[in-house]
């Protein structure tokens, strides 16, 4: 089994807390792009992919901001030329307002049954501090019709530790997005990063940026867990939550180290024991988009294992030894003796039933403990 990411690095404005590959560009641009993308999904199912695919998401960037027939082309040529599960989870990420009725229906066509929207906030005041272009009112009506156009399977992204946000804000946004109707089958809720190469990055240098204190950081993080528990959501990851059996395949084989195909700009890739990266240059990649794929890491038995405990660790359920030793031929208890028991000790991490996790407190901490299995 292998999963497929598609990048399309397109979105109507930058938004001011974003670093992803993502800007905006012309009908002429979007073309050739999508030419050079399915020149390398040809090459890339005819000559580096030969397994099945559980799943395929196509990311960005925003998606939905191409028209659909770029997207209906994609999705031919990633049948044409890969061998997709019947029951393959194919993801779209979409923002609100560049989709209408037209365009969700078309991607029903194209075989995609799972729709993923940023929304990141139900208040208006906040999607303007973000720089998003939409309002809450304009995502309603991007859910309501991704519900008429037959989508059941619907992620939320949500954002905590925004500007100016309280509490009873951050409360307001996770209770509105739990009371959807249909319900979102699931939640990402990820604490905004402020990188330096951004205009928030900027904002925060000059002490322009008001973000809530790390006290009021956690409070927002352990009240996530708190309210989407009540509304039947199961955390099954730090930052995700599904309703049962909505768990999101294509990140729950990336955590478990299931090799991963990366097509477009700045997408990477991870199979044969190694990993891929892809030019971010746009230029480049339009004039030769196979020639700009290559390889940064050949992962040896030592980065291998460890890879598998630190995104494993992300998950609820944590690594289970069984399966490192399927995968190793080691036993992960004499691998990683010292850091198990060290965390043990200080109550991080839990092992029951051959499985290692984290614990509540793990969970809060979780970058110091993963630090130790690198
Ligand atoms: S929509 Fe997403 S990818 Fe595009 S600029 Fe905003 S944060 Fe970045």
Redesign the pocket.
């Known amino acids: 089994m292998a999963e497929l990411y598609i990048h399309i690095p397109f979105?109507v404005?930058?938004?001011l807390?974003?670093d992803?590959c993502?800007f905006p560009a012309d009908r002429d641009m979007q073309e050739n792009y999508v030419r050079a993308l399915c020149e390398e999904l040809v090459f890339s199912g005819e000559e580096r992919c030969s397994a099945s695919l559980s799943s395929v998401f196509i990311g960005?960037?925003?998606p939905s901001s191409l028209p659909a027939e770029h997207i209906i082309t994609v999705m031919k040529c990633v049948r044409e030329h890969f061998d997709v599960s019947d029951d393959a989870e194919i993801t779209i990420e979409c923002?609100p307002g560049t989709v209408d009725a037209d365009k969700l229906h078309a991607y029903a066509e194209a075989g995609i049954n799972r729709i993923s929207f940023?929304l990141q906030s139900a208040d208006d005041v906040e999607l303007k501090t973000l720089g998003?272009i939409h309002t809450y009112d304009d995502f309603l009506n991007s859910y309501r019709l991704a519900a008429e156009a037959g989508f059941s399977n619907i992620n939320v992204d949500l954002m905590s530790g925004i500007p100016g946000q309280s509490l009873s804000s951050w409360e307001s946004t996770l209770r509105k997005t739990c009371s959807l109707d249909p319900v979102p089958a699931h939640i990402s809720a990820y604490s905004l990063i402020v990188e330096e190469e951004t205009p928030f990055g900027e904002m925060m240098k000059d002490g322009r940026l008001d973000v809530p204190d790390e006290d009021l950081d956690r409070e927002m993080y352990h009240m996530t867990s708190r309210i989407l528990s009540e509304y039947g959501y199961s955390r099954y990851e730090i930052s995700n939550y599904a309703l049962d059996g909505h768990e999101c395949r294509h990140n729950v084989g990336y955590w478990t180290g299931v090799p991963y195909y990366g097509a477009g700009l700045d997408a990477s890739s991870y199979y044969g024991d190694a990993r891929y990266a892809n030019t971010d240059d746009i230029i480049s990649y339009i004039k030769d988009p196979v020639v700009g794929h290559f390889q940064i890491e050949k992962l040896g038995m030592q980065d291998l294992m460890s890879e598998f405990m630190i995104l494993g660790l992300r998950m609820i359920k944590g690594v289970s030894a069984g399966e490192f030793s399927k995968r190793f031929s080691r036993d992960l208890f004499d691998v990683y003796a010292s850091q198990i028991e060290k965390h043990v000790k200080e109550g991080l991490l839990v092992t029951e039933d051959g499985n290692v996790f984290l614990s509540e407190r793990g969970l809060d901490l979780a970058n110091h403990v993963m630090q130790s299995f690198i």
């Open positions: 979105c404005r930058k938004c807390y974003c992803f993502s960005g960037g925003t923002n940023g998003r």
